[in-house]
C-alpha cells in the first residue's frame, strides 16, 4: 500500500496536510544513543523500522477526525536528556463530508422552521407545510425581502406615516405657577412645595403666596402609540435580519452592497422625527383597526408577517457553527430534529407539551431559541386512545432502577441518542430507542460495532423486576440504501436530508406494535 509520507526534523517544524481517513506514514533520521518517540493527539504511536535502513517510522490514520493535530517528535537519551520538536497534521475533510456537512446545517434550519410552525411554540398542533411550498433556505432568498420591491414599498409607507402620526393624549401631573393654576383639585393628595418665606408660626394657614408651584393634572399631547410601536417592532426586526445577513460567509460582493443600502434605509427611516423618541412594541397583541384598514399600515403589517413567516431560529448552543471536524455531532443534533418532525407528522397524535422551541423578546437575536433538553422531553403527544409519546434526547437509565421507573438491568449506565417513550392505559411502557452513528463501512452499510450498541440498549433497560422494556432499538446512520430490520428487533436505518422514509416507516410500526400490544 502506498503511504502518504513525511520526514520529520528537530531542526524544523513541518505541516502535512492530509485527506481525513488517509493513512500517513511519519520518518525522522535517527540520532546517535537516542530513542525516538511520536505522539499525535495524546496518543504514542508505536514505531517500527524497515530492513536495511536506519530511518524510524510511524503510521497514523485520521479516522473519522478532521482538523489540525499536534505531532510531537521527542528524543530521550539514557542520560535523561531530551530533545521536543512539534510539528501539525492538517487533516482536510473529504468532499463527500464537505458535500453532506452544508447539505446538514441547510436542513437542519428547515427541519426548525418545521417545528415552529408544528409547535407554535406552544402545545398547539399545527399544519406543517407542504413539501411544494417554498421555504427560505438561502441568503439569495433572504435578500429577496430585505432588499426587493417590498422592501421599497416598506420605506414609503412609513414615511407617509411618519408625515402624519396619530395624535393622543396622556394625562401628567406638572408644577405650575400658582398665578397660572386653573385646577386645584390635587392640592390635598400631592406634597407641595413651599417657597422659602414660609410662615413662622406652624399652625398659620399657608395661602398662595407661600407656595412656589402648584401640581395641577394636565393633558400631554403624544405620537406614542401601539401602532407606532409596531412599525418600530417590524424596524427592528429588519435591522436584526440585515445584521444576520450580513454575517453570512461567502456572501457574494454585489448583496453585501445591496444588503448595506438597506440597512442605510432602515436606520434613516428608524431616526425620523415621529419615530426617533418610540420604543419597539415588547408584545404584540394582534392588528388593531387601524394596521388593518389604513392603505400604508397594511403594508407594514404585510412586511411584519412576511418576517414571521421566516423566523429566525438560535440554538442554545453553537450547532449552526459547529465545524466539518464536528460532522458525527452536527448529524446527531439533526437527526434529533428529524426524528421530532417525524412524529408531529403522525395523523391523530396531538400535542400535549413541548421544550423544543421558547420565543423569544424583541430585543433578543433571534424569534426563536432552540434547545436540546435532557432532563425533560423535547416533545410529548398523545392518541385518541389515551397512549402517550414522550421523546427524549440522551436520557440516562441507571442501574437498579426504582419501582416503575426504567433502568439498566446490569451495572453500567446506558444512554441512547433517543429514546421513544410510549405509555399505554393499564400496561407497562416501552421503550424505542434511536442512536446515530455517522459511520460507514466498507459496503456502505452500518458498521457492525454500531449494531453492537443496537443489542446492547435492546436487552439492558427495563423494569425494577427485571422485565425488558425496549420493544425495537434503530441505528441511524448517513447512508443510501435499503433499511435492513432484523428479527432480533433491531434495525439499521439510512438517513439523510431528503431521505427519510425509512424513519418514518420504523417509527409508525413500533407506534402500531405498541397499539396492538395494548389493545
Known amino acids: 500500500m502506498n503511504f502518504p509520507n513525511a520526514t520529520l526534523s528537530f531542526d524544523e517544524a513541518l505541516t502535512v496536510v492530509l485527506e481525513e481517513y488517509a493513512p500517513v506514514e511519519l520518518a525522522c533520521a535517527p540520532l546517535a544513543g537516542a530513542t525516538l518517540e511520536v505522539c499525535i493527539g495524546g496518543e504514542l504511536l508505536e514505531p517500527f523500522l ?4 536506519s530511518m524510524w517510522r510511524w503510521r497514523w490514520s485520521a479516522s473519522g477526525a478532521a482538523g489540525v493535530f499536534l505531532v510531537e517528535l521527542r528524543a530521550q537519551w539514557p542520560d535523561g536528556g531530551t530533545r521536543l520538536q512539534t510539528h501539525t497534521l492538517d487533516v482536510r475533510p473529504r468532499k463527500l463530508d464537505t458535500e453532506r456537512y452544508a447539505a446538514l446545517l441547510a436542513d437542519l434550519q428547515a427541519l426548525s422552521r418545521h417545528l415552529v410552525l408544528a409547535l407554535g411554540g406552544g402545545a398547539t398542533p399545527a399544519t406543517l407545510p407542504r413539501p411544494s411550498e417554498p421555504t427560505p433556505q438561502t441568503p ?5 425581502v430585505l432588499t426587493g420591491p417590498e422592501l421599497e414599498r416598506f420605506a414609503v409607507a412609513v414615511q407617509r406615516i411618519a408625515r402624519r402620526p396619530p395624535e393622543r393624549t396622556r394625562p401628567t401631573i406638572a408644577p405650575v405657577d400658582p398665578g397660572q393654576a386653573r385646577d386645584l383639585s390635587r392640592l390635598g393628595a400631592t406634597r407641595l412645595e413651599l417657597a422659602d418665606e414660609v410662615p413662622p408660626d406652624p399652625d398659620a394657614p399657608i395661602s398662595a403666596a407661600h407656595l412656589r408651584t402648584i401640581p395641577e393634572q394636565q393633558s400631554t399631547p403624544t405620537h406614542d402609540s401601539y401602532e407606532l410601536r409596531f412599525v418600530q417592532r417590524t424596524l427592528a426586526v429588519l435591522t436584526r435580519r440585515m445584521d444576520q445577513l450580513l454575517g453570512t460567509p461567502h456572501l457574494p460582493p454585489s448583496a453585501a452592497t445591496a444588503l448595506a443600502e438597506a440597512q442605510a434605509q432602515v436606520r434613516s427611516l428608524r431616526a425620523l422625527p415621529a419615530l426617533a423618541g418610540i420604543a419597539p412594541l415588547e408584545q404584540y397583541r394582534g ?3 387601524r394596521l388593518q384598514r389604513d392603505a400604508d399600515y397594511r403594508v407594514v403589517f404585510r412586511m411584519w408577517q412576511n418576517l414571521r413567516r421566516r423566523p429566525e431560529l438560535a440554538w442554545t448552543d453553537t450547532t449552526l457553527e459547529l465545524p466539518v471536524a464536528e460532522l458525527p455531532l452536527l448529524y446527531e443534533r439533526w437527526c434529533v430534529l428529524a426524528v421530532a418532525t417525524a412524529l408531529l407528522r403522525m395523523p391523530d397524535w396531538r400535542v400535549v407539551s413541548q421544550h423544543l422551541l421558547a420565543p423569544q423578546p424583541a430585543d433578543a437575536p433571534a424569534d ?11 416533545v410529548t403527544l398523545e392518541l385518541p386512545n389515551g397512549a402517550q409519546a414522550a ?9 437498579k432502577p ?5 433502568g439498566s438491568l446490569d451495572r453500567h449506565t446506558r444512554i441512547p441518542d433517543l429514546a421513544l417513550s410510549i405509555t399505554r392505559p393499564a400496561a407497562a411502557p416501552l421503550l424505542a430507542i434511536l442512536d446515530a452513528k455517522y459511520r ?3 459496503t456502505g452499510g452500518v458498521p457492525e460495532a454500531a449494531l453492537a450498541d443496537a443489542y446492547s440498549y435492546l436487552g439492558s433497560i427495563g423494569l425494577a423486576n427485571g422485565q425488558r422494556s425496549v420493544c425495537g432499538t434503530a441505528i441511524l446512520f448517513p447512508g443510501s440504501g435499503p433499511a435492513e430490520s432484523y428479527l432480533s428487533g433491531v434495525a439499521a436505518l439510512p438517513l439523510i436530508p431528503g431521505s427519510t422514509g425509512s424513519l418514518r416507516a420504523w417509527l409508525e410500526a413500533q407506534i402500531e406494535n405498541a397499539r396492538l400490544e395494548s389493545g
Open 391 to 399: 421523546l427524549w434526547y440522551q436520557p440516562r437509565y441507571r442501574p
Open 368 to 378: 426563536w431559541l432552540l434547545s436540546l433538553p435532557t432532563d425533560k422531553p423535547l
Open 440 to 442: 460507514l463501512d466498507a
Open 402 to 406: 426504582q419501582r416503575d421507573r426504567l
Open 50 to 53: 524497515r530492513p536495511g535502513d
Open 140 to 144: 439569495a432568498e433572504a435578500l429577496a
Open 287 to 289: 392588528p388593531t383597526p
